[in-house]
């Protein structure tokens, strides 16, 4: 049976760790200008690939939800995908994104998939 202590320093290494990661929360509209509703929602995490609904967007919002990058040189980039997989060659977009919500214009794009990188 683990100790006490044992039990506390995996605890903290796995909250270190989620910590490093950053968690990336999205939102579609089909508006522009990020107007409500919003039709497609979703958190990222870094070097995840996650499919949403396939509806067409004309504007969506991206903040950093939780963590950050490993390298402080690096920031947290959310890319846009029209088919699943997060394949390079179905990428429409890319932006960087920081801990403030940022409304980014896109034009009437179907996004399949996510995906959010540190570069």
Not at 26 to 31: I, K, L, T
């Given at each position: 049976?683990?100790?006490?202590?044992?039990?506390?320093?995996?605890?903290l290494?796995?909250?270190t760790?989620?910590?490093?990661?950053?968690?990336v929360?999205?939102?579609g509209?089909?508006y522009?200008n990020?107007?409500?509703?919003?039709?497609?929602?979703?958190n990222?995490?870094r070097?995840?690939c996650?499919n949403?609904e396939?509806?067409p967007i004309?504007?969506?919002t991206?903040?950093?939800?939780?963590?950050?990058?490993?390298d402080?040189?690096?920031?947290?980039?959310?890319?846009?995908?029209t088919a699943?997989?997060c394949s390079?060659?179905?990428l429409?977009?890319?932006?960087?994104v920081?801990?403030?919500k940022?409304?980014f214009a896109?034009?009437?794009?179907t996004?399949v998939?996510?995906?959010v990188?540190?570069?």
């Amino acid at each position: 049976m683990p100790s006490l202590l044992t039990k506390a320093t995996l605890l903290l290494t796995s909250l270190t760790l989620a910590a490093a990661t950053p968690l990336v929360s999205y939102a579609g509209y089909y508006y522009e200008n990020c107007t409500d509703p919003s039709i497609t929602t979703a958190n990222i995490a870094r070097s995840a690939c996650v499919n949403v609904e396939n509806f067409p967007i004309n504007s969506f919002t991206a903040y950093i939800f939780s963590g950050a990058c490993d390298d402080s040189a690096t920031s947290p980039v959310l890319s846009v995908y029209t088919a699943s997989g997060c394949s390079a060659d179905d990428l429409v977009e890319s932006v960087e994104v920081t801990d403030e919500k940022t409304c980014f214009a896109i034009d009437d794009v179907t996004a399949v998939s996510l995906g959010v990188e540190c570069v």
